[in-house]
Nanobody, 114 residues
Framework: QVQLVESGGGLVQPGGSLRLSCAAS????????MAWFRQAPGNERVFVAS????????TYADSVKGRFAISRDNAKNTVYLQMNSLKPEDTAVYYC???????WGQGTQVTVSS
């Protein structure tokens, strides 16, 4: 059974940074592109960032370009989301996703507030 376990969320002040991790118990992790989505209170889940199988290509939502960076370590079956210059509007539950397979993690809460 596939498990995606996110960690690294928490409370941070505006302008601060957080690094999210997603540990995947996914066979052949290196063969799957990975993504992060987020869901703010009262809103739908929206795309944040994605990375190809070997990490050679990344894509970002316009709202996070230049502030967030997605990366992966295929030896550790882990994908990361480095979030810098955080804003209150980044407050959301962040989900790790295997787009091609439809697997979602349980999510980790990120709250940006002073």
């Amino acid at each position: 059974q596939v498990q995606l376990v996110e960690s690294g969320g928490g409370l941070v002040q505006p302008g601060g940074s957080l690094r999210l991790s997603c540990a995947a118990s996914l066979r052949a992790f290196r063969l799957h592109s990975m993504a992060w989505f987020r869901q703010a209170p009262g809103n739908e889940r929206v795309f944040v960032a994605s990375i190809t199988e070997r990490g050679g290509s990344t894509t970002y939502a316009d709202s996070v370009k230049g502030r967030f960076a997605i990366s992966r370590d295929n030896a550790k079956n882990t994908v990361y989301l480095q979030m810098n210059s955080l804003k209150p509007e980044d407050t959301a539950v962040y989900y790790c996703v295997v787009p091609a397979s439809g697997y979602w993690g349980q999510g980790t809460q990120v709250t940006v507030s002073s």
